[in-house]
């Protein structure tokens, strides 16, 4: 579905027989591959967005059950993690879109450093709450957690990694671009941001850059 030159985010794939999940994690760049791997998946998850951007917790309560009963083997999790302020960024920019013109969710009239600030409070404003890569990757207690995390700077070895796994060449086209708009951050805001939400960061630098 397109809406306003903007594609719908991607799905969470399932490739029972490659025993893989490709989790949906918003704004981390991948798209184009879940759209170039969907005609291959066994299960495609599109809709509702709660469970097609099923984080880890609710893919423990709600998938993991359901795979037990029909899998020799428990699939393993796949997605990828985008630096924090690339990926504030990137939902900065798909929020400036004429699509949210008017919605509470919508960015336009507020600073990329409002934006960020905002972010950084307990409860923060709709325009401003996107949630959280280090929760929705967050591993559970049952020992359900991504085995294969790969960052959004190096998608090369991603797609080398589902290429071989799957075993068939990928060839992708790009989608769900947002805005393009060149954004700074105070170095005040940085340090807010770094302080009240130093998990994202550690989750991110906890990865090796190549």
């Known amino acids: 579905m397109i809406c306003n030159s903007y ?3 991607n799905e969470m794939l399932v490739f029972l027989r490659e025993n893989l999940v490709l989790l949906s994690v ?3 760049g991948t798209t184009a591959l879940h759209d170039a791997l969907k005609g291959r998946a066994d299960m495609v998850v599109a809709n509702p967005p709660e469970l097609k951007h099923s984080p880890v917790f609710r893919y423990n309560r709600w998938f993991r059950p359901m795979f037990a009963k029909v899998c020799d083997k428990e699939p393993e999790l796949v997605a990828v993690v985008r630096e ?3 990926w504030l960024g ?6 400036q879109r004429p699509l949210v013109d008017g919605k509470p969710t919508s960015t336009k009239g507020h600073s990329f450093d409002e934006f960020v600030r905002e972010y950084c409070r ?4 709709p325009f401003a709450n996107v949630g959280s890569q280090a ?3 967050e591993p559970q207690p049952s020992g359900c957690a991504v085995k294969y995390l790969f960052r959004y700077d190096n998608l090369t070895a991603y797609h080398a990694f589902l290429q071989d ?3 068939f060449a990928i060839e992708t086209k790009q989608a769900n671009v947002s805005p393009k708009m060149t954004l700074t951050l105070d170095p005040e805001i940085e340090a807010l941001l770094r302080r009240k939400r130093a998990e994202e960061f550690a989750l991110y630098e906890s990865l090796p850059a190549r």
Do not use: D, E, N, V
Request: without cysteine.
């Open 122 to 125: 307990g409860k923060p404003a």
């Open 7 to 9: 594609r719908a985010l």
């Open 135 to 137: 929760k929705f990757l």
């Open 26 to 28: 918003p704004k981390t």
């Open 165 to 167: 796994r799957l075993g």
């Open 90 to 95: 990137s939902w900065y920019r798909f929020r």
């Open 84 to 86: 924090p302020i690339s």
